[in-house]
């Protein structure tokens, strides 16, 4: 099946500072969904992309999703230690497709 | 996350046991997922259910078995315990096929 691979895995940064985490895959993707974990919690969805080049904006949060469609982001402006936690991205591939299937996921960690 | 509830939370069972895990639903949604997740692997999908009575395998399905006796019960069942089995379980649920899921908040089970 598909896969899709993010980078990096883990990544500290200083509070203030930006964040972000890569989704790839090497075919074209459906659409792109992103979530977040938080320690010792579930994956809270946040955001889907669906069309190619699309943008989105939550609050500190920026999602983009490549023009091929093969690639999505996930840039955080000045990371809050609220931010802390795993970003994973999924995707649910094409057709009749009922699964997503999740990435590795990226693990911030943010240092007050 | 009053939408997805699993029973139970915590378990530790000894090799060769059995048990169900319970993930209960009030969103009326017809797809429902059961995840593993382990340190460093993200989220991998076991089972999953497009709708009452149906079941269909995932990536990781050896070990599992599963029924969708009602809409809004999937259950997760291990017949013979095995330590590679120590995870922490998620269930999911989505409204439609490939739409963003909605998470419970996780058995951890551990297999001595």
């Known amino acids: 099946g598909q896969q899709v691979m993010q980078i990096p895995q883990y990544q500290h940064v200083q509070e203030g500072e930006d964040f972000t985490t890569y989704c790839n895959s090497s075919?074209?993707?459906?659409?792109i969904q992103w979530y977040k974990q938080r320690p010792g919690g579930h994956p809270v969805f946040l955001i889907q992309?669906?069309?190619?080049?699309e943008v989105k904006k939550q609050k500190r949060l920026t999602f983009q999703f490549g023009e091929a469609k093969k690639n999505s982001s996930l840039h955080i402006t000045a990371t809050q230690t609220t931010d802390v936690g795993t970003y994973f991205c999924?995707?649910?591939?094409?057709?009749?497709?009922?699964?997503?299937?999740f990435g590795k996921g990226t693990l911030l960690t943010v240092n007050p | 996350n009053a939408g997805v509830t699993q029973t139970p939370k915590f378990r530790v069972l000894k090799t060769g046991q059995s048990m169900t895990l319970l993930c209960a639903q009030d969103?009326?949604?017809?797809?429902m997922y059961w995840y593993r997740q382990d340190p460093g692997m993200g989220l991998r999908l076991i089972h999953y259910?497009?709708?009452?009575?149906t079941t269909a395998k995932g990536e990781v399905p050896d070990g599992y078995n599963v029924s969708r006796l009602k809409k809004q019960n999937f259950l997760l069942g291990l017949e013979s315990a095995a330590p590679s089995q120590t995870s922490v379980y998620f269930c999911?649920?989505?409204w439609g096929r490939g739409q963003p899921q909605h998470f419970g908040d996780g058995t951890r089970l551990s297999i001595l």
């Open positions: 999924a995707e649910r591939g094409g057709g009749s497709n009922y699964k997503l299937t």
């Open positions: 075919t074209t993707l459906s659409n």
């Open positions: 992309l669906v069309k190619s080049g």
């Open positions: 969103m009326n949604h017809e797809y």
């Open positions: 259910s497009v709708g009452e009575g």
């Open positions: 999911a649920t989505a």
